[in-house]
C-alpha cells in the first residue's frame, strides 16, 4: 500500500522511463531466472517469468531510499511505476504462456501409508 504514497505527478518523461525501467528490469530477472533453470532442472520460460515476478523487496528498498532522501520523488516515481507495471504484467505474461498447462503433481502418500520418499 505504501508504494504509492509518495507519487509525483506522472509526465510523459516520468512515464517513458518508468517503462523503460520496467523493460529492463523485465529483461535482467527473465534472463537470471531462464539461466537458473538449468541449475534446478525447470522449465526455462516458466522459471524466468517466474524469477520475475519478485518485487517486494525492491519496493521496500525504493521506499527506504525516498525516506532517508537517497532518491528524489521523481525517482521514486518512474522507479515505482517501473516495479507496478512488472507486477501486473509478468503473471499476464505467465498465464498467456502457460494457460491450461498443468505441472506434474506428486501424490502425497496418506497417512497410512509408507513414504517412498523416505526410505
Known amino acids: 500500500m505504501s508504494i504509492g504514497l509518495y507519487f509525483v505527478k506522472i ?4 512515464a517513458g ?10 529483461l535482467s530477472k527473465f534472463i537470471a531466472g531462464f539461466l537458473g533453470s538449468f541449475i534446478v532442472r525447470e522449465n526455462p520460460v516458466a522459471y ?3 524469477t520475475s515476478t519478485k518485487g517486494g523487496v525492491d519496493a521496500s528498498l525504493l521506499i527506504t531510499a525516498l525516506v532517508l532522501h537517497r532518491i528524489s520523488y521523481e525517482d521514486y516515481s518512474y522507479a515505482a ?13 505467465f498465464k498467456l504462456e502457460f ?14 501409508e509408507k513414504n517412498r ?3
Do not use: W, Y
Open 48 to 50: 524466468g517469468l517466474g
Open 81 to 93: 511505476l517501473s516495479l507496478t507495471v512488472l507486477a501486473i504484467v509478468v503473471p499476464i505474461l
Open 117 to 119: 520418499f523416505h526410505e
Open 17 to 26: 522511463i518508468g517503462f523503460f525501467l520496467a523493460l529492463i528490469i523485465l
Open 11 to 14: 509526465t510523459p518523461f516520468i
Open 99 to 112: 494457460r491450461g498447462r498443468t505441472g506434474t503433481q506428486q501424490k502425497r502418500p496418506r497417512m497410512n
